[in-house]
Structures are given as structure tokens and as C-alpha cells.
């Protein structure tokens, strides 16, 4: 079975079913689906993949990620992010590449760029849009 986002449904080692709320933190290497609910702290290599109807309240950093559910808070994916038209984000979002469809929500930031996941300060976009370069934002911090 071939999943939305072109997973396959053997590729999520760890489903959380749609009946489960789970508190806590949550760490993986390969791939977890979420059909329930989830608080907490999610950290990963791999893949997290939020089914429609589920719902995430916390912190996500993973390899990729599908939304088709909902997620409360920030987001960093290392790969890729895909929003299906179900898919709501309330937080802000930091990735190297987005997929948005149709009807999807996001109420927040979003740093979508090659330079998004490199710390506050060394991010080319943040500095241009303050009106500096990255080169006159050292200086002044070496200053002080």
C-alpha cells in the first residue's frame, strides 16, 4: 500500500494508533505514523509521517515529514516537509523544501531555504531582511 507523501506502509516501523494518546519523548531512526495524539517532544533521522485526524502538540525535529493531521508547535525537518490539503501547522516551520497542497493551513513563520536549519545570525535570508549582510552582522556582535 502506497501512502500519501510515497511512503509505503511498511516503511513506518512504529505506528501510534488512532485510539492512543501518548505524553512524552519520542525518539527514532527509521519511521513512525501517528494517527492518534501526541504531546510532547518528537526528535528523529527518519520520517514522521501525522495522519489525517491526528494531532502533535509539541516539538518536531525529523529526517522528513507529512502532515495530513495537525500540528501544534515548531517543526524543523532536515529533508522535506508535505502538507496535504488536510494539514494544519500552528507553529513555525524550518526546512530545506516544502510541499503545500491546496486547503492546507499554516498559522506561523516558515524558513524555507538551504540555509534554514543553519543557527539564528548565520542565515543569509534573516540577515538581508534586517537590511545587513551576514558580513556587517559579525562585525557589530565582534565589537561589543
Do not use: W, Y
Not at 31 to 40: A, K, L, Q, S
Request: aromatic letters at 2%; glycine letters at 16%.
Amino acid at each position: 500500500m502506497v501512502e500519501p507523501g510515497g511512503g509505503k506502509a511498511a516503511d513506518f516501523t512504529t505506528t501510534i494508533g488512532p485510539d492512543a494518546n501518548f505524553k512524552g519523548e519520542l525518539n527514532f531512526d527509521s519511521g513512525v505514523r501517528i494517527e492518534g495524539r501526541f504531546e510532547g517532544k518528537l526528535t528523529a533521522k527518519g520520517r514522521l509521517h501525522v495522519g489525517k485526524g491526528a494531532e502533535v502538540k509539541g516539538e518536531v525535529q525529523v529526517g522528513s515529514l507529512v502532515i495530513e493531521g495537525t500540528v501544534r508547535g515548531n517543526v524543523i525537518s532536515t529533508e522535506k516537509i508535505e502538507l496535504a490539503s488536510t494539514g494544519v501547522v500552528h507553529g513555525d516551520i524550518r526546512t530545506p523544501r516544502l510541499s503545500v497542497a491546496e486547503g492546507a493551513t499554516i498559522v506561523g513563520n516558515c524558513n524555507v531555504s538551504a540555509d534554514a536549519l543553519k543557527p539564528e545570525g548565520k542565515r543569509e535570508g534573516e540577515a538581508a531582511a534586517r537590511g545587513k549582510t551576514i558580513e556587517d552582522r559579525e562585525v557589530v556582535s565582534s565589537r561589543r
